[in-house]
């Protein structure tokens, strides 16, 4: 298995694509710190008398889709690209028991997903909290240990985006179609849940992958378009199925089916 992954990770960082999606997923942080200093010098410029009523959104939240998305494209690429060259011939040829390599790739991109998503989280974090201090009402003031669960949790999200995209990939051996789907998750179904009638609106916005960070620390989504519904222990379980039932749908798949 040791040999499986090593070829894995040599296949993803032997092509220029994967540098151009990690740059991109980094370009997050900067991102996060031109909207903080606009949103400074914004608040400054305010009147003072609308200060006080001042709310920004956590930018570290509202910029987590850019890693999300680049490693949701980076796993689906990871997968469909050995279909589209036949490269997925040799590998299964070499593994013949085959589900090692989606092991292997998962746990490649699972790990760079996982050091992606606490790099631009936590940058994204602390470039914000450095640029607005104590402005917004103090959005930024909270201590990082006091964040800390909640930053945990949103990167945690980015890994589970990267395997949903493998597992897509591997089910679906079309790139453009997995990366419809990653697309639509984070921009289509979440405005088309807000518009469904309540109980409903609520129910399935608790299940957007959005969502989850925030109900796993229990800290709720009362002022988002989210749902928050779901127990710490269920949000949990939910963001692991994200990742996993693709995957194990992918592995069913690729024993069964010929490449």
């Known amino acids: 298995m040791k040999a499986v992954v090593s070829s894995e990770w040599l296949k993803v960082r032997s092509v220029r694509s994967t540098y151009l999606i990690l740059s991109l997923s980094l370009g997050a942080i900067l991102l996060g710190l031109a909207l903080a200093v606009m949103a400074a010098g914004m608040y400054d410029s305010a009147p003072p008398?609308?200060?006080?009523?001042?709310?920004?959104?956590?930018?570290?939240?509202?910029?987590?889709?850019?890693?999300?998305?680049?490693?949701?494209?980076?796993?689906?690429?990871?997968?469909?690209s050995e279909y589209a060259t036949g490269l997925v011939r040799t590998s299964l040829t070499i593994v013949p028991r085959r589900w090692p390599v989606l092991a292997a790739k998962a746990a490649v991109v699972g790990t760079l997903g996982a050091i992606v998503g606490a790099a631009t989280v936590f940058g994204t974090y602390l470039v914000s909290r450095s640029v607005l201090g104590d402005r917004f009402s103090g959005a930024y003031a909270t201590s990082l240990l006091d964040k800390l669960p909640l930053l945990t949790a949103t990167s945690l999200?980015?890994?589970?985006?990267?395997?949903?995209?493998?597992?897509?990939?591997?089910?679906?051996?079309?790139?453009?179609?997995?990366?419809?789907?990653?697309?639509?998750?984070?921009?289509?179904?979440?405005?088309?849940?807000?518009?469904?009638?309540?109980?409903?609106?609520?129910?399935?916005?608790?299940?957007?992958?959005?969502?989850l960070p925030r109900q796993i620390t229990g800290d709720g989504n009362a002022s988002s378009v989210y749902g928050s519904l779901l127990s710490p222990a269920a949000a949990a379980a939910v963001l692991v199925a994200y990742a996993a039932l693709p995957l194990l749908a992918a592995t069913w798949q690729l024993r069964r089916r010929d490449a």
């Open 49 to 80: 008398e609308k200060r006080p009523s001042a709310r920004i959104s956590e930018l570290e939240e509202v910029l987590v889709i850019v890693p999300q998305l680049c490693m949701g494209i980076l796993g689906t690429l990871a997968m469909t």
């Open 157 to 211: 999200t980015v890994p589970a985006f990267a395997l949903l995209g493998l597992g897509l990939g591997a089910l679906l051996r079309s790139t453009a179609g997995a990366i419809t789907i990653l697309a639509g998750l984070v921009y289509v179904v979440p405005m088309i849940i807000g518009n469904i009638p309540e109980p409903w609106s609520e129910r399935l916005g608790s299940m957007m992958i959005g969502a």
